[in-house]
Nanobody, 123 residues
Framework: QERLMESGGGTVHAGGSLRLSCEVSGWTDVTYCMGWYRQAPGQEDLQVGAHLTSTGATTYEGSAKGRFTVSHDNAVQTTYLQMNNLTSEDTGMYFC????????????????WGQGTQVTVSP
């Protein structure tokens, strides 16, 4: 059974950096599409940060462009989100999501989700 576990969240001052990790276990598909989402405090909707596919393609949304980098290490089955020059607007719960890319293309949504890791950016 596929399982995603995020880690690396914490409190950082504005302008600082954090690297989030998403450890994937039980993955059997030859392809993967991974995504990082942020849920801001008091908000129900998820704001998309970054996407990564098993072909190496990456895409970034909004304020993540130019500041965030998503990567994957196959040896340890872990996806990372490097976040630089953080601002208070980056505060929120960060979730990792995954699906086979075939599923992603067909359903246009992720299938598996982690529990999230909290990021707080202080002034």
């Amino acid at each position: 059974q596929e399982r995603l576990m995020e880690s690396g969240g914490g409190t950082v001052h504005a302008g600082g950096s954090l690297r989030l990790s998403c450890e994937v276990s039980g993955w059997t598909d030859v392809t993967y599409c991974m995504g990082w989402y942020r849920q801001a405090p008091g908000q129900e909707d998820l704001q998309v940060g970054a996407h990564l596919t098993s072909t190496g393609a990456t895409t970034y949304e909004g304020s993540a462009k130019g500041r965030f980098t998503v990567s994957h290490d196959n040896a340890v089955q872990t996806t990372y989100l490097q976040m630089n020059n953080l601002t208070s607007e980056d505060t929120g719960m960060y979730f990792c999501a995954a699906a086979s890319c075939i599923y992603m293309i067909k359903e246009k949504r992720y299938l598996h989700w982690g529990q999230g890791t909290q990021v707080t950016v202080s002034p």
